[in-house]
Each structure stands twice: as C-alpha cells, then as structure tokens.
C-alpha cells in the first residue's frame, strides 16, 4: 500500500529550475505578452471601425491573456501546469527573501504576502481618499477637471478598500499566516492553490488601479446600473479587476475552511476551537456562498456592456442588479468584520488574564450573523421599494444586532472587574469597539425606512459605513498586527509610542467620521465634487482631520516595519497567551512546530495555570 | 499503516474541499435560474431547437456516463482503460460543444431578444465550464499516464470525474430550463 502512494507520489524533480528573472517580474513579462497576442488575436477576428488595436472586447480577451500570463510568470507554470500534466515539478522554493516574490505553499509566506499587497492597496487606495477630500474642501471644483474623475476616484477607492483590503487583510492575511498555527497544523490543505491564489490580488488591484486609461466611470464601487451600462470602458477594468480580486478570496476561504476541518491537532475538538478560527471559518462559508454570486452578476453585467445585452440597462431591469448586487454587498460587510469580533474576544481575555465570558455565545453570535446576513439586504434599496416589501428587511436588519451583540456581551463581561493590561493591543481593541458600537446604532437607525428614506445617499450614510470597516475592522486589524508582532518577528514595540499613536488614529478617524454624520444630516450628498457653500465650513474640517488620519495610519504602519527590523528582541510569549501559535519559536519555523502538539483544554481560561496544550517536540537527529 | 492514514486524511480533505468548491461554482447557475425567473418567468421561445438541445444533452450525459466508467476502470486498477475513457469523454464533450457553436453561429435564437440573451449566457457560462472540464480530463489523462495512479491512489482522476459530473448536471439543468421549463 505505502510502495503505491510512493509511486503515485512521484513529483519532485531532482534537478530544480535555475531563474534567470525575478518571478514577479518574468510574471509582467509574460503578461504583456499574453495581453499582446490575446488583443491583437481578437482585433483580427472582430475589427471595429478606424481598426484600433485596443477595443472593449479586445481588452477583455487580452486582459485573460494578461492574467494567464502573469500567473504563469509568476511560478505557476513550473508549479501548476507541468505537474497539472504528470510532469516533475521544476519550481523551488527560495529559502530567503527572494520567498515573498513569486509563488510559495508556505502558509506564512502566503499570509506575508497578502498582508503587505493589502497593505499597500490599502496606503494607495488610502492617498485616493486623500485626493478626494482634498477637493471637497471647496464648494466648487478645484483639484479634478472633470466629474469623472472624481467619480472614478471615488470608485477606485470604495473597491479597493472593499475587495482588496477589508476582505483580505484579516482572511486571507493574518488567517493564512495564523490558522494553522492556531490548529495546530503543520500546513494547509491546498497550499498550491493558495499560493496561486495571492498573485490574482495584484493582478485585479492593478486592473482597477488602470480603469481610468479605458475611461472614467461614474458608479462607485457598487457598480450601478444602469449608469454603468452607459459609462465609458473603465467599467470593464472594474469588472475585471474585481473578478479576479474575489477569485482570490474564494480560493483562501476554499483552503482554509478545508484546513481548519481536517487539520487539527490532536485533540483540538470543535468545542476547543480558538474564536479567531471560528471566525475564519464562518467568513470561508460566507464567502464561498457570495462571492461567486457577485461574480457572476458582473459578468452579467460585463455582457450588457460588450455585446450589449440589456439584463440590467433601462430596457432590462436595474432593479434585478440592484438586488444582485446587494444580495452579495451586505454580507460583504460581515464578512469584513465577523472576523473582528473574533479577534476581540481573541484578544481581550488574554490581555485581562481573565476567563472568556460566554465563549459559547461569542460563536453562536458569529454564526447567527452569517446566517442572517443574507437576509438584511434589500435594506440598501428602500428608495426603489413599496412600504410592505421593506418590512421584512427592516426586521431581519435590526433582529441581526442580537448575535451581533453576544460578541459586544463576550468582549464586555470579559472586561468586567478585570485587572486589564492597557497595552497597545488592548487599546486599539477598546477603541474598536467603542467605534462599531457608533457604526452599529447608526445602522439600527439606517434600517428604519423612515430614517432611511431622509438620509439615503447622504454622508450620513459614509459616516455609518466608515465606522463599521474602518473604525471596526481596520482598527482590529492594527490591534491584531501589534498583538502579533512579537509573533510575526521576534522583536517587541514601543508600547508608549504605539498608544500615542493608537490615539492618533482614534482622533483623526473620529473627528472625520462623526462630522460626517452631521454632514448628511445638513444635506451633503454623495456622488457630487460640488455643493451649496455652507456645508464648506464642515467639509473643511472633515478634510483636515481626514489627513490627519491618513498620517496617523502612515505613523503606526512605520512604528510596525521599524518594530520588524529593528525592535528589542521579544520573549517568546510576551502576553502569556494559551493560544497554540505561542508554543512555537518566534517566528515560526517552516513546518510550524518542532514536534507534535497535542491540546488538552481550551484556551480561554485563567483559573487555573495548567496548560492548554503540550509540544512533544521531536526526537534530536543523531550525530 | 501511519503514513496511510496521513494520506487517507489528506485524501479526505481534497475530496471535501473539492466538493465544497463545486456547490461553490453552483451559485452562478443558480443566479442565471434566478435572474431569468425576474426577467420574465421562464419564458421558452419556439425558435429554440429542441432536437438540436436534446442531442447536446445527450452528449454530455453520455460523456458523463464514460468519465464514470473510466474512474470505475481505475479503481479497479486498470490504468489504460481509465486513460480511454477520460479522453472518449472529453472527445464526445468537445462535439457537444461543436453543436452548441453551430447553434451559435446559425443565430437560430436571436440575441436581441431576452430569451436570446439568457440562452447565450446559460449556455456560454455551461460551455465554458464545459471547456475547462475538458482540458482537465485531457491533462489528467496524460497525468495519469506519467505517474501511474493506483487501484489505491487515484485521487487526481477523482476530481476530474467530479468536474466533469458537475458541469454535465449544470448543463443538463441549463438544458431543461432552457428548453422545457
């Protein structure tokens, strides 16, 4: 039986594949190739009037040329196609840095390698919104020349914080980097898979970051129809961009989901599963359901652009793409943040050294949401529905704020009485809170009709959703990239610095966000790069304080990096966690833990100083 | 007999996550099926050629049948008639395909109508999935070839054969509603 397995097995070359050219930059070789011969092979079969070499249909063909391409480039064709075929795998995997720039089935790296792409959508994303504050300074247009460019930049924002950081920096991130540590598991399931599936966030980031070259569009990041029917070719780049950006989604949620159900550790039950991991998986789920339903709806729509057909412009049925589109959009918010309420209750009790309150309820609570997220979300759309339809969502909207609050209930009895270690860490998750509560009230008031049909599409409604993602999911996320920083490197922080610099950020984002609320209140739509000149004053201020915090996130992403490098070496477990990813070195080696781990008891109980789970470390090779 | 269960686990684990994939992939038939009933109630227009589907439909049931024989031949260890089989039915899949283009190129179902537009989304979106299940049985084929899968180990032909049972359920369901429904 085991002669069997070995022969089927077969697949390592002896003879490893020298490279002549970085991986990342073979990958933009080949797919300025691939976009070559895939445009210029459609402009031949179906040529448009004055014969340009670029057209709608040809840069969709050459965009999959391109994509191919790049794929390939990047390590796929070595580690994918030939092995795909029962060749040898000719691909290695480099042992120093060279690791992070072509493809990898090390989960760590993989989860590197997300975390600093979204990193750095998030910064140009980040100098977008920059840009588009900067012109709503002024009541009348000062910085754009044209509308559309502000709508694009706009757009190109709201997408790229949405599919290529809000989805990505918690999931396919510090979930790659750290479930498996979490479990126990000494890899995951499709490694391959996974490491392709990072290089298709690049690729779909810069795909959005090129729609203005095809034209500017006017749909935000929702793409809209039946505007988007009628915008120019960036709509195409949208589409595209974003296909592949939730295809790399899908493949992480595929792997992990599948990682944390079969490779645990001895002993590592479901009752005992760490919360972060439970939030993992619920997302995975999430995101295996709605991801594909959004890709689908955009080609969909892609095909009203190109053929054209009329699903969803004014002779089809906007409508219908409205829905579609928030069928998938309003789970999208919980599957941005469910994995922050995790990480609350992931990181409170061990910074309290204090029992988890109600663990059970904490995820019974991240279930409940995932399972009513699919039903809240035609409250987006009360403006297009009769009085009767929107009450069931009206309910289901405010019903999904009881499981909503077990993690708020977990996080909160936790903190009760406790003798709280106010770290970095513990603030950024305090702060956390205190901003998804405002998001979350507000949002009570949204899926009111009444309230809803006052202030839609106003900046009431900026201010409800900023201070879900980013006052909720993006200040988790710093709290967890400082919480597991001695982890992530060996080395330790400023703690005071990074206050002061938690502080930064708490300031800069209330004073933008909470402003905006009143904003939408006095009127001030969104969509528009002018407006009556007495909601300047606000503007102005909202703008101010909005750099502000633009430099504080700059401020806290170099006090990390120099953290890194250059940070006092850290003890191994500095928080005195029970988590299984603090019973390995710091960082961890290749295969996660030198030995084998076997969990004894949950982890989230400080009554007694047993531990949670034991390292049988291997036996030491004989000299 | 440790190394076995290693394996038989990571076995396991492919089998479910592939499956998952699968039901993923669903999602998009099920939205063209939604949206279609928005659009107008399942509508089937009497230009639509039912010999012309049903002979498609047919192929893709047939392939699908040889592609369930091929993996029957491998779990009972016999490579070459597993190799055949993969490639009889990507053959008979590729003339399916062949007829849905001649149904494409005629324009018998105009694309300015709303049936016309579902019908050459529902029948690209089957076709597509059609064309990857193909290069998957054609790849898997040579794979097989090379490294010699097992009575006990033949995980890769598994997965082809779920591929291609799916995008044939797809495609037989795309059929009925295009069609019959």
């Known amino acids: ?623 | 007999m440790a190394v076995t269960y290693a394996k038989d686990r990571e076995i396991a684990a492919y089998r479910w996550g592939f499956r998952i994939f699968l039901v993923s992939q669903s999602v998009p038939f099920i939205l063209i099926f939604a949206d279609w009933y928005m659009f107008d109630g399942y509508y089937v227009s009497p230009v639509a050629s039912k010999w012309l589907g049903s002979i498609e439909a047919f192929f893709g049931l047939l392939s699908g049948l040889i592609a369930w024989q091929a993996l029957q031949a491998i779990r009972a260890g016999h490579l070459m008639a597993m190799i055949q089989g993969f490639r009889r039915a990507a053959v008979i899949g590729g003339a399916q395909l062949v007829l849905l283009a001649y149904q494409w190129g005629t324009r018998f179902i105009p694309p300015g109508t709303r049936y016309g537009e579902v019908y050459y989304t529902l029948s690209g979106v089957s076709g597509f999935y059609e064309l990857i299940g193909i290069f998957v049985l054609v790849a898997i084929s040579f794979r097989a070839a090379r490294v010699q899968f097992t009575a006990h180990y033949h995980w890769d032909a598994e997965a082809a054969e779920y591929f291609w049972i799916f995008q044939m359920v797809a495609g037989f369901l795309s059929y009925l509603f295009l069609y019959w429904i």
């Not at chain 1, 042992?95 to 993989?110: A, D, E, P």
């Not at chain 1, 009767?388 to 009760?416: D, H, N, Q, V, Y």
Request: net charge neutral; hydrophobic share 50%; charged share 10%.
């Open chain 1, 1 to 623: 039986m085991e002669q069997q397995i070995t022969q089927a097995e077969a697949r390592n070359n002896p003879q490893p594949k020298v490279m002549h050219m970085a991986p990342v930059l073979r990958g933009l070789v080949w797919a300025t190739i691939g976009f070559a011969i895939f445009d210029l092979m459609t402009v031949a079969v179906d040529p448009f009037r004055g014969r340009p070499l670029v057209t709608e249909p040809s840069v969709v063909v050459g965009w999959v040329g391109a994509l191919i391409g790049w794929l390939m480039g990047v390590g796929g064709y070595e580690g994918v196609i030939l092995p795909l075929f029962g060749s040898p795998s000719t691909w290695v995997e480099p042992k120093n840095w060279r690791k992070y720039f072509g493809l990898s089935t090390n989960h760590k790296v993989i989860g590197l390698q997300y975390l600093v792409t979204s990193s750095s959508i998030f910064f140009i994303a980040g100098m977008d919104a920059m840009a588009i504050r900067y012109e709503l300074m002024q009541p009348s247009m000062h910085f754009f020349t044209y509308t559309g460019q502000y709508l694009t930049a706009v757009g190109v924002h709201g997408s790229l914080m949405m599919f290529g950081v809000g989805t990505v920096v918690l999931i396919s991130g510090l979930g790659n980097y750290f479930v498996p540590l979490m479990i126990g598991a000494k890899e995951t399931v499709f490694s391959r898979l996974s490491g392709i599936g990072h290089w298709l966030l690049p690729a779909g980031a810069l795909t959005l970051i090129a729609s203005p070259l095809l034209g500017y569009w006017d749909t935000g990041w929702r793409g809209y129809e039946p505007l988007a029917s009628q915008d120019p070719g960036g709509m195409v780049f949208y589409y595209l961009g974003i296909f592949a950006m939730t295809l790399s989604t899908i493949i992480a949620s595929l792997n992990l989901a599948a990682t944390i159900i079969f490779h645990r550790a001895r002993g590592m039950t479901w009752a005992r599963l760490p919360l972060f991991v439970w939030g993992i998986l619920t997302v995975s789920l999430l995101n295996l359901i709605w991801q594909p339903e959004i890709e689908m709806t955009f080609v969909m729509a892609l095909l009203d652009k190109l053929i054209p057909f009329h699903f969803f412009d004014a002779l089809g049925s906007p409508l219908t793409y409205l829905s579609m589109f928030w069928l998938f959009g309003h789970p999208e918010v919980y599957i941005i943040v469910l994995p922050a309420f995790a990480l609350w209750n992931e990181i409170i009790p061990v910074m309290a050294q204090k029992n988890l309150f109600a663990r059970d309820w904490a995820i019974i609570g991240l279930i409940f949401v995932m399972m009513l997220s699919g039903l809240v979300w035609a409250h987006h759309i009360f403006t297009n529905m009769r009085n009767s339809e929107m009450f069931p969502f009206s309910f289901f909207s405010e019903m999904i704020s009881i499981p909503t609050g077990f993690s708020f209930m977990a996080a909160i009895g936790t903190l009760w009485r406790a003798r709280l270690r106010f770290t970095t860490p513990t603030l950024l998750v305090l702060m956390a809170i205190f901003n998804f509560v405002i998001g979350g009230l507000t949002g009570v008031y949204l899926a009111d009709p009444p309230v809803n049909l006052q202030v839609h599409d106003t900046f009431f409604v900026i201010a409800h959703f900023h201070y879900t993602i980013i006052g909720g999911a993006i200040f988790t996320w710093v709290a967890a990239m400082y919480y597991w920083l001695p982890k992530l490197s060996g080395r330790m922080f400023n703690d005071t610095l990074g206050k002061w610099l938690a502080l930064w950020i708490f300031i800069g984002f209330n004073g933008t966000f909470s402003q905006m609320f009143l904003l939408g209140l006095d009127g001030m739509n969104r969509w528009v790069p002018a407006y009556p000149p007495y909601l300047k004053p606000l503007n102005y201020s909202v703008s101010l304080f909005a750099f502000f915090l633009g430099a504080g996130f700059i401020a806290n992403a170099i006090h990390i990096w120099w953290a890194w490098v250059k940070g006092p070496k850290s003890p191994e477990n500095p928080w005195h966690a029970r988590t299984l990813e603090w019973l390995t070195t710091s960082p961890p080696p290749d295969d996660n833990f030198d030995g084998e781990v076997e969990v004894v008891r949950g982890f989230y109980r400080y009554d007694h100083d047993e531990p949670s789970a034991y390292l049988v470390k291997n036996p030491e090779p004989a000299e």
